[in-house]
């Protein structure tokens, strides 16, 4: 399967699958327990439908939003992921550079392979940095002093991985960091040598948001342990609110699913949350973003910016969420798979497909901006 012959995020995904060894593929594909939130991620989308108007003029369409004070030129972002070197061995760059080309957010993960500076550098237009709470106070000042003096404008605080999702798949192959592959799991690498040879002739897997602050054991850090040792289970909405009010710029909460925490976000000087439930990869059964975000919109839309991911594979899934109020999705697995598939390339192709997907889809509904699209243009069915 070549990159010509991917037109969808189902055709990415199986061009990955291909050339990733299972542990890896299924460290992206899998989630908590039994994936039910994963999976109804997606399906949510389809249980409303777009009412189009006609007639309207269509020839110019402008997709651009304003996302916490950052300008993007289409209402889509690259959410921040973990380990993308281990996906493709240009890693973050390559995400990093195809969203800079398309005038569109990425976010670096704290879990990234590369540099946030770098990154900053490659991507050039809006970004955010990601990162978790550590119960070393002076860690996190430290992690803002970074990001700021890297220039990233907004940080971006994720709030529901206060422990680590019961992910079985990545228990069955031994997937961990550093590797503790099982029989299974080496047999899975074995029978993609390409990845293997490729892997190991590129520069070396490295953490490097965290290499210098967490020396573990052998100098082998270990992500489980990152989690366990290093996170604080006990961070609340004063230590946020302090946390904020150092930043003092944009800042954002990732993982807010409940009305009233969306009014707490407001309250501590949030400029944006992003309702998402990790892409089913942590609580299994809670709702999806899409359910949720109606209600939390209604709550607080007229005083942050709402923004939402998880289960996007089409431009009709985000026009679905424009128009419940969203102010920007975020995407996930859905340039994942392209990375995997084909490094940058496969990001820009998929950005591409999704740009052209959203103003198809816009020029079909009768809209011109963002803004024109309402619940007016959505229809629940029971
Ligand atoms: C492989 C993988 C790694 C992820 N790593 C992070 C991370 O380091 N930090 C974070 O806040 N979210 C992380 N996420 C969650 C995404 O940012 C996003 O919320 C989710 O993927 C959206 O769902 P989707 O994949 O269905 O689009 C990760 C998701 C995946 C699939």
């Not at 290093?230 to 004063?238: G, K, R, T, V």
Request: aromatic share 8%; with cysteine; charged share 25%.
């Amino acid at each position: 399967m070549q990159l010509k012959d991917c037109y969808n995020f189902h055709d990415f995904r199986r061009m990955a699958k291909q050339r990733l060894p299972g542990p890896i593929f299924n460290y992206i594909d899998g989630a908590a327990d039994d994936e039910v939130t994963y999976r109804r991620n997606t399906a949510a989308f389809e249980k409303c439908d777009l009412v189009p108007d006609v007639l309207r003029g269509v020839a110019d369409v402008d997709m651009s939003v304003t996302v916490m004070g950052q300008k993007l030129s289409m209402p889509v972002y690259c959410s921040p992921t973990a380990l993308q070197r281990l996906f493709h061995h240009q890693g973050e760059r390559a995400v990093a550079a195809a969203a800079g080309k398309f005038g569109t957010m990425f976010g670096v993960s704290s879990l990234g392979t590369t540099s946030l500076e770098e990154a900053r550098r490659i991507s050039g237009g809006p970004q955010v940095y990601q990162f978790y709470f550590h119960k070393d106070r002076g860690l996190n000042r430290d992690m803002m002093a970074r990001a700021k003096s890297a220039g990233v404008e907004t940080m971006m605080l994720t709030v529901d991985s206060i422990t680590g999702g019961n992910r079985e798949r990545d228990k069955r192959t031994g997937f961990a960091i550093p590797f503790k592959l099982n029989l299974s799991g080496i047999a899975q690498f074995a029978m993609k040598p390409a990845w293997g040879i490729n892997y190991l002739t590129h520069e070396r897997f490295s953490l490097p948001q965290l290499d210098d602050h967490i020396k573990m054991d052998g100098g082998a850090l270990s992500i489980s342990r990152y989690f366990t040792e290093m996170l604080d289970p006990s961070m609340n909405w004063e230590d946020v609110e302090q946390m904020v009010r150092e930043w003092g710029g944009p800042f954002c909460l990732k993982g807010i699913m409940s009305v009233d925490d969306a009014r707490r976000a407001v309250e501590i000087g949030c400029s944006g949350i992003v309702l998402s439930n990790h892409g089913g990869r942590q609580l299994d059964g809670s709702r999806s973003a899409f359910d949720q975000l109606a209600e939390i919109v209604d709550a607080v839309g007229d005083r942050i910016d709402v923004m939402m991911d998880g289960g996007i594979q089409r431009g009709t899934h985000v026009l679905k969420a424009l128009s419940l109020g969203a102010k920007a999705v975020g995407l996930g697995r859905y340039y994942l798979f392209p990375l995997a598939a084909a490094g940058q390339a496969g990001v820009e192709r998929a950005l591409e497909t999704m740009r052209i997907e959203i103003e198809r889809g816009m020029k079909l509904m009768g809209c011109t901006t963002v803004e024109q699209l309402t619940r007016r243009n959505l229809r629940f069915r029971d």
